[in-house]
C-alpha cells in the first residue's frame, strides 16, 4: 500500500498541535492499566489485612507470616511497629522480623522505612516507593507500598512496577510498523497518539518522527511532543536523540540507541534501550526502560 506524503501528514499534525518545546515531562493521564490493577489488587489485600488486625490484634501477624489468604500470586502482607521494628512478613523481608528497620535503605540510599514511619506519624495512610528484591526474577526493582497506621502498628502491601522486555518492545514496534504499511501513516499515526489506539502498553508506547523536518508525528506517552522540532530534544548529558536515531536509520534503514527518558510509569529518568525503524519517510521508534 502507498503511504500518505509524510508533508501532507506533518501539516496536519502542526495543525491540529501547538508546537511545544520538548520537554521530557510526563503527560496526565497516562498511567498504566496493569500497575492501576496491581495498586487495585494491593489495596484490597491491605484492606482485608487492616480488617483482621483490627478483629484479632497482634495475633493477625502469625497469619501475615505465611496464611495463604493474606497473599495474592506475588503480593504479601507485612507490619512494622511505629519504632520500627518489623512485626511479620509474609514475603522476602520475613528475615527481618523482630529487627528495627527504622535506619535500613534500598539499594538506591533511600531510607523508606524512615519515610514510612514519618507519613505515618503524621498520616493514617500512606506509599512509599523504592527498590526491593523481587523473588519472581531475582532482581531489585521499583516496589510501591501502600500502608495504614492502626494504632501503634502500621500494615502494608506493596506490589513492583510492570516494566516491559526488550521482547515485547520489539512486538510492538513490529506491529506498529505494519500498522503504517497496511493502513497508512495517518491512520496509524492516530492510533499511536490514542490512549485506546492499542499501541500504549505499561512503559511501552510508539513513537513517530518525520524524517526531513524531524518533528514529532506521534508520541505514545507525551502527547505534547507532536508537533515540536525533535532536533531540540536532549537527554540529560546532551544527547542529542532524534537527530542521533535520524542519522542510524538514514543509513541503515534500522537500529538501536541508548539515552535516558522519563519513564511514565514510575515518573522517573531511566536508561531507554529503543528499537527504530524507518518506513519511507517516517521513523518509528519503540523502547524499554532497564534496570
Known sequence: MKLAPLASLCA????????????????????SLVQRADENR??????????????????AFDEFNGAPQFKDRELYVYALSTDGTMLASGGSSVALVGRNVATMKDAAGKPFFREMLDVAAKSEAGRVEYRWLNRVDNREEPKVTLFRKVGERIIAVGYYVPRATPAQAKDLLNRAVAAVKEKGAQTAVAAFNALDGGFVQDDLYVFAIDMHSQRFLAHGAMPKLVGSDGRAVRDPKGKAIVADMVNIVSR??????????????????????????RVDDMLVGVGYYTR
Not at 491540529?16 to 493521564?29: H, K, L, M, N, R
Not at 489485612?49 to 484479632?56: K, S
Not at 535516558?260 to 527504530?276: C, G, Q
Open 12 to 31: 496536519l499534525v502542526l495543525m491540529a498541535q501547538p508546537v511545544f518545546a520538548a520537554d521530557p515531562a510526563p503527560a496526565s493521564g497516562q498511567g
Open 252 to 277: 541503515k534503514g534500522e537500529g538501536e540507541l541508548d539515552y535516558a527518558w522519563r519513564n511514565p510509569v514510575t515518573d522517573k529518568l531511566e536508561t531507554k534501550h529503543s528499537f527504530i525503524r
Open 42 to 59: 494491593s489495596l484490597r489485600l491491605l484492606d482485608k489485612a487492616v480488617a483482621r488486625f483490627r478483629e484479632v490484634g497482634d495475633a
